[in-house]
């Protein structure tokens, strides 16, 4: 009897001692939080802005007449390349010609007194005074200009090409009346007519593009980082396969007080003759580059507080370390301080990750931006 209470006693202490300890073996075996960590990698950080642009040819002229005529000859229409001061229109103005005659036999009539009265005085200077010698000359020489000016006037009958270009309009067919003058009229190429009111008439209008002007408005918050030759990249969305590398050519050094902001001009080389004037380009501007600078993907890096922070991996559990963050974009962001490229950080940063907590780190390769070189970190 006290043999099989003996054995009964021992059973109920065996299976008392199994289930206490089931608890602390499942405790055990409950697995960690499993955290996808990046070691912070060298590379290139670069900080841009793309903007919209215009294209328009290197330069652009509208040309008018300066003189009121009749067009006589227009050689050239729209599309045509042509050569600096090839001929572009011809005005024909008959009572300019008239005019010119008239002033050159005034001409002959001030020339042929002057020499008279000029010969007379020398022969004998009482016959005549000084005076009168002084005021014939001074009629010759103004009819003299007179006839130079009409000259110069018959040659604005002729319009010529002020550089080599492509004839981008034209305005106006033979026989049309072309009226003298420069200011700007409202003129539709498809009416082929000026808008009434006795305003100037454009002829032809030229632009040279085997360079283009981009024009680009950057905003207040980058002029700051607006240089002569800042790398840009250009796109177009009717040449998706191609990009254009150039550089900033100029810029205005004042904001425009309507938009707040400020031209800026890329020069583009157009050798193909691929780009036209008036086209839309993508901008990108390259603002600011930091050579061979520590890296993370940018959901590794909090903020908290305006203070940035990341979470490291050490030992098993999560630790928060501060940083400072430089150029940092929607992908990436340059650590200034706080890391020596050897840490094993959280890739992707979530609310429920608390630091001290256990986790099992998982390593992931960085994504970092195509074209910029990254080499490990030698720190």
């Known amino acids: 009897m006290k043999l099989a209470t003996s054995v009964l006693i021992i059973t109920l202490l065996a299976a008392t001692a199994a289930g206490c300890s089931r608890p602390a073996e499942s405790a055990i075996a409950q697995p960690r939080t499993t955290v996808a960590v990046v070691r912070p990698q060298r590379g290139d950080a670069v900080r841009s802005i793309t903007l919209p642009g215009d294209l ?7 040309l008018y007449s ?36 008239r002033a050159a036999a005034s001409l002959d009539v001030q020339r042929l007194t002057y020499q008279r009265l000029e010969q007379v005085w020398k022969t004998d200077p009482r016959l005549v005074a000084r005076q009168d010698v002084d005021i014939a000359q001074g009629k010759y020489l103004e009819a003299k200009a007179e006839v130079g000016e009409l000259r110069a006037m018959v040659s604005y009958t002729r319009i010529v090409a002020p550089f080599d270009g492509v004839v981008t309009g034209r305005f106006v067919d033979p026989g049309a009346l072309i009226k003298a003058g420069g200011d700007q ?3 539709s190429p498809e009416e082929g007519s000026s808008h009434p009111g006795g305003a ?17 408005y950057a905003p207040q918050g980058v002029v700051g980082f ?4 800042m790398p840009a990249k250009l796109t177009f969305q009717d040449l998706p396969q191609r990009s254009f590398d150039a550089t900033v ?23 193909r003759h691929e780009l036209y004037p008036g086209m839309y380009a993508n901008v990108t501007l390259e603002l600011e580059r930091h050579l061979a600078v520590l890296q993370l993907p940018d959901s590794a890096v909090g903020d908290d507080n305006d203070r940035n922070y990341v979470m ?18 929607s992908q990436h962001a340059e650590i200034t301080d706080g890391l020596d490229g050897n840490e094993q950080v959280v890739a992707a940063l979530d609310p429920s990750l608390t630091e001290g907590q256990a986790v099992a780190a998982v390593p992931r390769a960085p994504p970092f931006p195509k074209g910029s070189p990254v080499v490990p970190s030698t720190q």
């Open 56 to 62: 328009v040819g290197f330069a652009e002229s509208t």
């Open 66 to 101: 300066k003189v009121t005529g009749y067009l006589k000859n227009i050689p050239v229409d729209k599309g045509d390349w042509v050569k600096k001061g090839q001929l572009l229109a011809e005005i024909e103005v008959p009572e300019l010609q008239q005019r010119v005659a």
């Open 185 to 187: 009229a409202t003129f």
């Open 200 to 216: 100037a008439t454009p002829v032809v209008s030229l632009a040279m593009i085997d360079t283009m002007r981009t024009y680009v």
């Open 226 to 229: 607006i240089r002569r030759g």
């Open 249 to 271: 050519t100029r810029f205005a050094s004042s904001l425009d007080l309507s938009t707040r902001t400020m031209l800026t001009e890329i020069d583009l080389e157009n050798r």
């Open 312 to 329: 490291l991996v050490w030992g098993g559990k999560l630790i928060r370390r501060r940083v400072s963050v430089g150029i940092r974009t």
